[in-house]
Each structure stands twice: as C-alpha cells, then as structure tokens.
Nanobody
Framework: VQLQACGGGLVQAGGSLRLSCASS????????MGWFRQAPGKEREFVTS????????HYADSVKGRFTISRNNAKNAVYLQMNNLQPGDTAVYYC????????????????????WGQGTEVTVSS
C-alpha cells in the first residue's frame, strides 16, 4: 500500500493550495483518511479527517473555515483545499489512512491510522 501526496509548494500569505493524496494497493472506502502536518521544530499535529463511507469531516480549530477536506472513493483519493494560508500553516503535510472506521472524534488521533504518505511541503511567506 502506498499513499502518494502532492500539491505542496510556496505561496504568499492569503493564497491557496490544493493537496491531493491517492492510495494505491488497497481501498479505504470503509475507513477514514486524514491530513496531519509537522512544522519545523514541532510535533506532528492533526489538521483534518474524513470518514470515507458517509463523508463526515473533522477539523482542527486552527484551520476551520479555511481548509476543506473532500474525497473521491472511486479514485481512492482525498483532497485538502487550503485557502487564506498563513505563515503558521508552513509545514510538511502528511496524508494518512485507516482501514477501519473510527468514531469521528478519534480520527484526530495519529494512532488510528495504519498507513502514512511521504509528506508534501507547504511554505507560506508573509
């Protein structure tokens, strides 16, 4: 199983980026997928998640209203639309997948995910 994340880059504050994450090797349509990020010198943190069956979503407070997660089960993919990016959003963004379907609040826990992508770097300049 591989999770391939892409779409990162350099953007000015207030700009937008769209990250994509595609799974190859298995489907997670019955589980959940999420995005986490790790800023330089900080621990990896939860950003957002989606349960793949019904599409329920969960967001960290810091990104609510700016970021939107979506899915395409047919493509085994999730997307992260990031608007109004700020320098504090600078980080390496990782997608993750869980083969089981946890309760929504538990999707913010890294331990719920058994597959991780390689990360894509997002840099927001002020």
């Amino acid at each position: 199983v591989q999770l391939q994340a892409c779409g990162g880059g350099l953007v000015q504050a207030g700009g937008s980026l769209r990250l994509s994450c595609a799974s190859s090797g298995r489907t997670f349509s019955g589980g959940a997928m999420g995005w986490f990020r790790q800023a330089p010198g900080k621990e990896r943190e939860f950003v957002t998640s989606i349960r793949m069956t019904e599409g329920s979503t969960h967001y960290a407070d810091s990104v609510k209203g700016r970021f939107t997660i979506s899915r395409n089960n047919a493509k085994n993919a999730v997307y992260l639309q990031m608007n109004n990016l700020q320098p504090g959003d600078t980080a390496v963004y990782y997608c993750a997948a869980a083969s089981t379907r946890p309760i929504l609040s538990a999707t913010r826990l890294q331990s719920m995910y058994n597959y991780w992508g390689q990360g894509t770097e997002v840099t927001v300049s002020s």
